[in-house]
Nanobody, 121 residues
Framework: QVQLVESGGGSVQAGGSLKLSCPASEYISIRCRRGWYRQAPGKERDLVSSISGDGTKTYADSVKGRFTISLDNAQNTVYLQMNSLKTEDTAEYLC???????????????WGQGTQVTVSS
């Protein structure tokens, strides 16, 4: 069972920056995708950014040019650098590892407990 523990959240003013970290407790197959989701109160959980085993990165339109996802394989940790933060970025941010089905295992997903990001004007 992969364990993910996010850190780096906090309260900042609009325009500020935060860097989220999410180390994994076990080796993550390159077939899996690692990502950051966020969920604001009363809203659905949305994918913010992801990075695949081949290094392909995706970003939600709302964060393009402001957020950067990166993966440190030596530390087995995925990061999310968030710059030029806006009040609408306020949410709980969750780290996830999503693995497709294979011949020997079903599709599975692992989630962290979340870290709160609050951006004030």
């Amino acid at each position: 069972q992969v364990q993910l523990v996010e850190s780096g959240g906090g309260s900042v003013q609009a325009g500020g920056s935060l860097k989220l970290s999410c180390p994994a407790s076990e080796y993550i197959s390159i077939r899996c995708r690692r990502g950051w989701y966020r969920q604001a109160p009363g809203k659905e959980r949305d994918l913010v950014s992801s990075i695949s085993g081949d290094g392909t990165k995706t970003y939600a339109d709302s964060v393009k040019g402001r957020f950067t996802i990166s993966l440190d394989n030596a530390q087995n940790t995925v990061y999310l650098q968030m710059n030029s933060l806006k009040t609408e970025d306020t949410a709980e941010y969750l780290c996830a590892v999503e693995c497709p089905a294979s011949a020997w295992a079903p599709a599975r997903a692992y989630w962290g407990q979340g870290t709160q990001v609050t951006v004030s004007s």
